[in-house]
């Protein structure tokens, strides 16, 4: 065995001399700091490597060494670096493990573990050294803790006396802290469940990490038993950790890859080649699976000088009939997305989507758990059957979607988590079928205030047309005469009809190039918009706006004009430009137009009204509103019932409000407190 004492103070001062320096003023001055930080590159280079192999197989004698090698160092400070810890980073990649892959063999040896932060606990002190004073004849007697129990010495060294008290204040302790890794869930195959391990963090590692941080555990693999189970349990015990840059994606590119993806890109046509590759299988929807496609390069978030956030992450909602492929698009976008969380509304509570605190197994203190918005970090979220969550569960989102953190204050945990995310929701009507001249806020259980927080808008309607439906049927069929093909294993070459439909529902671009096409983007191009793209929006913006001078209805807000610059940096991502260009501004313009013509058109003027999709309420329909309650308020002392119905609707007929809308007002008034009845047929305005 090379590794000696001796060994390791020659490595620390040929290759650590300006760290050993300062970590000697550190103590000198009273800083935090009491370790060394080691590249584990320049133990491969020292003593041919030897000493690094002797770290990964027998790192509790060779630690043991570091540590007392380190204590005899020199430094210009004079200052004793007893009780410094050496902490090793960078392991190489065939030392680096998943947490499925742990064995029997990996006990004892010294790893690397990469994943996310599921669950925190408290930093709290850990009992080294317990201290036991004599009853008796007062000596204090120590006692060495190993376990998670305390353990106390039978007798007293000094006079065998069995009366021993526990002495808190003469204890050894350290920091401590356990949190628990999950694996990453991209990495995870189809039907595979995440898994995870304990990690206990000591002294100076503990307290760095929070919940949802995407990290690399170096540290030694040990095992305990419950009571006297034969089966053990693995935990890790930290030595040092690497918290990621927050980069979009740890997706491995190469070279040849990149060549791939600008080739892609140089070809042309690459916006129908994205389009033609996100679920293929689904017939038509091309605006949508564009929207999509733009949701998944995502746009460039900015941080102002004055601190101010303002969001890249792109939200789309699905709204539409049963049967359209809602759930079919989301579940591919899970497949291809490099990192996604996919849930339903119908399974998810507040706690599931954001953090739930929970009582830890070991001492009974309460934890944070990261929901799926926080584990969907830097990704995209898929939430299917939106409608379905509870009320108190959508307040949950509010500040998800916008500020892209989560606020907990549970159990006594207050901490702010990051929720970096994109948002591809789904929902369905509340009468099974979206009725077009009916408000989408009345559809569907969303509140305005949520609603309004999504870019993009989409209404998947079923509506029969001869031709198109001829084609959806068709292409129906063909699918599901190619998947009986492909299950009985036929040998596709020989049937030359058989390989032209594979062709239809072949993506354009392999998934797994796709995967590293989106990554490479995200993590490489930024762009920056130029005077012709800027102008072009805001001319489309200020064209809109002035169409509600006076009286008119407001047709769009700078909320949608920030959505139209986020689309726009996402385009022009997709062909790695970094200037988003005039052709940009003018696809996500045509983009934002076929959403608002679905959701935001007053079916009795045919204009934009955006107030239409928030609040269900258009500009005309709250004049009506008003002058009903104005005819209300002028008739209502006329009985001492109040204002008679036959009255009121006869003043809104001399309005122009017709009998039937006008009685629809009353009625809504009534439902929703604005008004009340003394008797049947009587109206009376309640006072404010």
Same mark, same amino acid.
Not at 439 to 467: G, H, W, Y
């Given at each position: 065995m090379i590794s000696s004492p001796e060994i390791w103070t020659q490595f620390f001062e040929r290759y650590y001399q300006e760290e050993l320096n300062k970590l000697a003023y550190s103590i000198k001055t009273g800083g935090d700091g009491r370790s060394i930080l080691v590249n584990f590159k320049d133990l491969l280079i020292f003593q041919e490597g030897k000493l690094a192999e002797e770290l990964l197989e027998n790192p509790d004698n060779v630690i043991k060494h570091a540590k007392e090698g380190l204590e005899n160092t020199t430094n210009i400070y004079g200052v004793s670096l007893k009780n410094c810890k050496p902490r090793f980073y960078s392991l190489p990649a065939i030392k680096k493990y998943l947490v499925r892959d742990l064995r029997a063999e990996h006990i004892g040896k010294f790893v690397a573990i990469e994943g996310i932060v599921r669950k925190v606990t408290e930093v709290r002190p850990k009992i080294v050294e317990a201290a036991f004073?004599?009853?008796?004849?007062?000596?204090?007697?120590?006692?060495?803790?190993?376990?998670?129990?305390?353990?106390?010495?039978?007798?007293?060294?000094?006079?065998?006396?069995?009366?021993?008290?526990?002495?808190?204040?003469?204890?050894?302790?350290?920091?401590?802290?356990?949190?628990?890794?999950?694996?990453?869930?991209?990495?995870?195959?189809?039907?595979?469940?995440?898994?995870?391990?304990?990690?206990?963090?000591?002294?100076?590692?503990?307290?760095?990490?929070?919940?949802?941080?995407?990290?690399?555990?170096?540290?030694?693999?040990?095992?305990?038993?419950?009571?006297?189970?034969?089966?053990?349990?693995?935990?890790?015990?930290?030595?040092?950790?690497?918290?990621?840059?927050?980069?979009?994606?740890?997706?491995?590119?190469t070279e040849e890859d990149k060549k791939k993806i600008i080739q892609l890109v140089r070809d042309g046509n690459i916006y129908e080649k994205v389009v033609k590759s996100i679920a293929p299988s689904i017939y038509g929807y091309e605006e949508i699976k564009l929207a999509i496609a733009l949701q998944l390069f995502g746009g460039v978030p900015k941080k102002l000088p004055d601190g101010t956030e303002i969001r890249g992450d792109i939200h789309v909602l699905l709204v539409g009939d049963p049967g359209v492929a809602k759930s079919q698009l989301l579940r591919y976008v899970h497949r291809i997305a490099p990192r996604s969380i996919y849930t339903t509304g119908k399974g998810t509570t507040t706690a599931g989507l954001t953090a739930t605190a929970v009582r830890d197994e070991i001492d009974g203190r309460w934890t944070l758990e990261a929901g799926a918005l926080v584990l969907a970090d830097k990704g995209i979220a898929l939430v299917d059957e939106i409608d379905k969550m509870r009320k108190e569960d959508h307040a949950a989102l509010h500040e998800a979607l916008e500020q892209q953190t989560i606020s907990v204050a549970k159990a006594g945990i207050n901490a702010i988590l990051k929720a970096r995310c994109s948002l591809l929701a789904a929902a369905n009507p509340?009468?099974?079928?979206?009725?077009?001249?009916?408000?989408?806020?009345?559809?569907?259980?969303?509140?305005?205030? !949520?609603? #309004?927080?999504?870019? $993009?808008?989409?209404?998947? *309607?079923?509506?029969?047309?001869? %031709? +198109?439906?001829?084609?959806?049927?068709?292409?129906?069929?063909?699918?599901?005469?190619?998947?009986?093909?492909?299950?009985?294993?036929?040998?596709?070459?020989?049937?030359?009809?058989?390989?032209?439909k594979i062709k239809k529902v072949e993506p354009s671009i392999d998934p797994e190039l796709l995967r590293k096409y989106v990554a490479f983007t995200r993590k490489t191009i930024f762009p920056v918009m130029t005077e012709e793209a800027m102008k072009k929006?805001?001319?489309?913006?200020?064209?809109?706006?002035?169409?509600?001078?006076?009286?008119?209805?407001?047709?769009?807000?700078?909320?949608? !004009?920030? #959505?139209?610059?986020? $689309?726009?940096?996402?385009? *022009?991502?997709?062909?790695?430009? %970094? +200037?988003?260009?005039?052709?940009?501004?003018?696809?996500?313009?045509?983009?934002?137009?076929?959403?608002?013509?679905?959701?935001?058109?007053?079916?009795?003027?045919?204009?934009?009204?955006?107030?239409?999709?928030?609040?269900?309420?258009?500009?005309?329909?709250?004049?009506?509103?008003?002058?009903?309650?104005?005819?209300?308020?002028?008739?209502?002392?006329?009985?001492?019932?109040?204002?008679?119905?036959?009255?009121?609707?006869?003043?809104?007929?001399r309005e122009g409000i017709e009998i039937e809308k006008a009685r629809e007002i009353l009625s809504k008034l009534k439902q929703f407190g604005e008004v009340y009845s003394l008797r049947y047929g009587y109206y009376k305005l309640v006072s404010r």
């Open positions: 004073g004599c009853a008796n004849c007062g000596k204090i007697n120590y006692v060495v803790q190993e376990d998670n129990l305390l353990k106390q010495p039978s007798e007293c060294s000094k006079c065998h006396s069995k009366k021993l008290v526990f002495l808190p204040n003469d204890c050894k302790a350290v920091d401590s802290q356990r949190v628990k890794i999950q694996e990453y869930p991209e990495n995870l195959k189809g039907g595979e469940q995440p898994q995870s391990i304990d990690v206990v963090l000591e002294e100076d590692v503990a307290g760095k990490v929070n919940p949802g941080d995407r990290v690399i555990i170096n540290g030694i693999v040990r095992a305990r038993t419950r009571g006297r189970n034969i089966y053990m349990d693995l935990f890790v015990e930290g030595n040092s950790i690497e918290i990621l840059q927050q980069e979009y994606e740890e997706v491995e590119i509340k009468y099974g079928r979206f009725d077009r001249f009916t408000p989408i806020a009345e559809q569907i259980d969303l509140t305005p205030t !949520l609603i #309004s927080r999504f870019d $993009l808008i989409f209404v998947m *309607a079923d509506q029969p047309n001869e %031709e +198109k439906d001829k084609n959806l049927a068709k292409h129906i069929v063909e699918v599901h005469q190619l998947g009986e093909y492909l299950e009985k294993k036929k040998n596709v070459g020989m049937c030359e009809d058989l390989s032209k929006l805001e001319e489309f913006y200020v064209s809109l706006r002035t169409k509600a001078k006076g009286n008119s209805p407001v047709p769009i807000t700078a909320r949608q !004009l920030e #959505s139209l610059i986020r $689309l726009s940096e996402a385009s *022009a991502r997709m062909r790695l430009s %970094e +200037k988003v260009e005039i052709e940009d501004a003018e696809r996500v313009i045509e983009i934002m137009k076929k959403s608002l013509m679905q959701i935001a058109i007053d079916p009795e003027t045919g204009e934009f009204d955006i107030d239409y999709v928030y609040s269900g309420t258009t500009k005309r329909q709250r004049d009506r509103i008003l002058i009903v309650k104005k005819i209300i308020q002028e008739l209502e002392t006329k009985t001492n019932f109040g204002a008679p119905e036959e009255d009121v609707l006869e003043a809104c007929e």
